[in-house]
């Protein structure tokens, strides 16, 4: 057993049956919680990036750090730029997504993918739609901005519980809104979704579990600041 399952064996076993925990955090770039690697890759990348890396990544070691009663710098986390964030030695998964000013993540003990957009979010939805459908029928002009995007976080989602790309895969996936499901044409694979609304934002889950009794509790902190 590894040093951190083992310091963590009841607090894990406890979480093992558990809904996934959530955390959302407003992006002000001023939580620098990070591992020499970490800091590392942040000098490679440019500026604005570089802030932006440093500070989700932090705040998914403190997260995490709450739920493990562990020091952040501690917890088990491989995350690159550009890659799915993974945690070693068996502690479960997380997902994580953030837009121009919040950043959700997500803690399941199986996969899960998650994907958050701001409700108001200005975008040409009737493109996006034609982008994600394969459906003839559908009078574009007539659908609303708001239900296109929640179509396209419940697609993000999928894309990143299969640790896919928007570009490989957009047209790979099919939506049912009468099972709230993803289908993947060539895989096969289909996911559970569940799609809600946190204040500005609309936040979207996909999972192989069943998730329509799922009541998402959200970890908030200056959410007004």
Not at 44 to 58: D, F, M
Not at 88 to 106: E, N, P, Q, T
Not at 158 to 165: L, N, T, V
Not at 190 to 209: E, R
Request: charged fraction near 25%; glycine fraction near 4%.
């Amino acid at each position: 057993m590894n040093k951190y399952f083992q310091k963590n064996s009841f607090i894990f076993s406890k979480l093992s049956f558990a809904n996934p925990y959530f955390w959302f955090y407003k992006l002000t770039g001023c939580l620098t919680i990070n591992s020499e690697k970490e800091k590392k890759i942040a000098k490679e990348l440019s500026p604005n990036i570089s802030v932006r890396y440093l500070e989700t990544r932090g705040y998914i070691r403190q997260s995490l750090g709450d739920i493990f009663n562990l020091n952040p710098i501690e917890v088990p986390l491989i995350a690159e730029p550009n890659k799915p964030p993974k945690i070693r030695d068996g502690l479960g998964y997380i997902s994580i997504s953030h837009c121009k000013d919040a950043l959700i993540i997500v803690w399941a003990n199986s996969k899960i993918g998650i994907d958050i957009e701001r409700c108001d979010r200005n975008f040409d939805h009737e493109l996006v739609l034609k982008k994600i459908t394969n459906k003839k029928d559908i009078e574009f002009n007539k659908v609303k901005s708001i239900n296109v995007l929640n179509n396209w976080c419940c697609l993000e989602s999928a894309i990143k519980w299969d640790q896919g790309s928007i570009i490989k895969d957009i047209n790979s996936w099919e939506y049912n809104k009468f099972d709230l499901s993803m289908f993947h044409k060539e895989k096969k694979i289909k996911l559970n979704i569940k799609q809600f609304y946190f204040y500005d934002w609309t936040i979207a889950i996909a999972s192989k579990k069943n998730l329509m009794k799922i009541k998402p509790l959200i970890c908030c902190k200056d959410i007004f600041a």
